[in-house]
């Protein structure tokens, strides 16, 4: 359908349901404060399509269309939305076309009573206090997992499939496929773009990762979270103040925490675990065990009574909750060789066929450069594809934007980001660039060159 303006939270997107946040995922990534590149009304089409059950994406195109296509990876398991205000407006400003997916994942995440989830095998009962989420009794349930579980390597190969939909729509609309096609995504996103640059570079001419999660069989979210849910009580027991455990959680490959006097948000580290809904490192942990392990084993009863990892406080009545609905489960999590072969199976080889442009934050609690930016570079390297890589460690910066709200001094990454895809263009086009050194440690967005 054509609209007026295209842009976001201005075209009209459909209505929320349970778990499915349209306007919400964009907004929720878009650091307060910063303008958005898209500063007056853009007309074009807006497509709404699908590739199968629970499958949605969307293109836009343009009417002033400069003849290129831009697909998004897309963060977390978010909506296909999600990278409306980040990556959509700059797009479509620019004159692109652009399109993005769902993965597949029908919706994010629902929060519910116990009783009424459909399967208590798959519900993450929720350990901590924040929100009064504990006390209440309330699980999550999520899309990834529940109708079906829909696997990473399917996400991975999502955007690729994307892109030959989004094509064949620009064709259909403008009498002609894109000239060029480039890629962007931020996480799970970032590290559909890796894949895409190494197994289907045919469908690409470059692309730009941000906090690009890695994944190998031996190094990759399940082999460091569990590290941090071990620790995290004991330090939030003492106040922020355990020297000890403070320097053991940095040694297991995560940045310093970042202290403040600020109501709500004493620890960085404290709200990506405990304080701060959703829980990053526990919840994914529990997510990720479940749908790569086929060893791993949930169940949670009626009326959850499962203790808070930090004070051991729980309701009264018997622990109605086993295996990984307990959070010492989580905490003692080692993936199983079965989960290794699955992870295998869509590691990233480094062997890049196209241009890559990567950013990370060196404040990132969640996917910490030390266990995602770094080994991706080590695998470019050692693939022999570093002529077609430049990554940059941004100062100060989370993993979200949203976190810069929180203070901490921390640094929005999305300029950055912007940036990465000037650079990006420059190495697709050939043009002389001043080389740095890769992972050079930056603090403005004019740093990468």
């Not at 990556?87 to 929060?111: E, Q």
């Not at 942990?285 to 479940?290: C, G, Q, S």
């Not at 080889?349 to 404040?363: H, K, M």
Request: aromatic residues 10%.
């Amino acid at each position: 359908m054509h609209y007026y303006d295209l842009r976001a939270g201005r075209v009209p997107l459909p209505a929320p349901a349970p778990g499915y946040d349209p306007a919400g995922d964009a907004a929720h990534l878009f650091p307060t404060g910063l303008s958005s590149p898209a500063t007056s009304p853009i007309s074009g089409l807006q497509i709404l399509d699908s590739l199968g059950e629970g499958h949605r994406f969307v293109v836009r195109i343009p009417d002033d269309w400069n003849g290129d296509l831009i697909a998004c990876g897309t963060p977390a398991t978010r909506s296909e939305f999600a990278n409306d205000a980040i990556f959509g407006d700059f797009a479509l400003a620019r004159g692109y076309a652009f399109a993005s997916s769902n993965k597949g994942i029908p919706y994010n995440a629902t929060v519910e009573a116990v009783c009424v989830t459909p399967d208590p095998t798959l519900a993450y009962p929720v350990p901590f206090d924040a929100n009064g989420m504990r006390e209440l009794g309330l699980v999550v349930r999520f899309g990834a997992l529940w109708p079906k579980a829909i696997s990473v390597r399917a996400w991975h190969e999502d955007l690729a499939k994307l892109i030959v939909a989004a094509k064949a729509h620009v064709r259909t609309a403008k009498g002609r496929e894109p000239k060029r096609t480039f890629a962007l995504g931020l996480s799970n996103g970032g590290g559909q773009v890796r894949y895409l640059l190494e197994r289907s570079p045919e469908l690409v001419d470059g692309g730009v990762e941000w906090a690009g999660v890695y994944w190998s069989a031996e190094d990759n979210i399940l082999s460091y979270l569990p590290r941090f849910l071990q620790l995290m009580p004991q330090y939030v027991r003492s106040g922020y103040r355990d020297k000890d455990v403070h320097d053991a959680i940095v040694a297991s490959g995560f940045p310093p925490d970042r202290l403040q006097e600020v109501p709500g948000h004493r620890s960085l580290w404290d709200d990506h675990y405990a304080n701060l809904v959703p829980h990053y490192a526990d919840l994914t942990t529990f997510l990720f065990a479940l749908l790569l392990d086929p060893r791993a084993e949930s169940w949670v009863g009626p009326n959850p009574n499962v203790p808070n990892p930090v004070s051991g406080a729980r309701g009264g009545g018997p622990l109605n909750a086993t295996a990984l609905a307990l959070p010492a489960a989580r905490a003692d999590y080692v993936p199983s060789p079965e989960a290794k072969s699955a992870i295998g199976d869509f590691a990233f080889s480094g062997a890049l066929e196209r241009p890559l442009v990567g950013i990370a934050g060196t404040a990132d609690v969640f996917i910490t450069p030390q266990h995602h930016a770094a080994p991706y570079l080590d695998a470019v390297r050692s693939a022999g594809r570093a002529d077609r890589y430049r990554q940059f460690l941004v100062d100060g910066g989370p993993h979200v934007d949203a976190y810069v709200a929180y203070g901490y001094g921390l640094r929005p990454q999305l300029p950055f980001a912007w940036r990465a895809f000037d650079l990006m263009l420059a190495m697709v086009e050939g043009e002389s660039l001043e080389r740095r050194e890769d992972a050079a440690l930056i603090s403005d967005p004019s740093d990468i060159r």
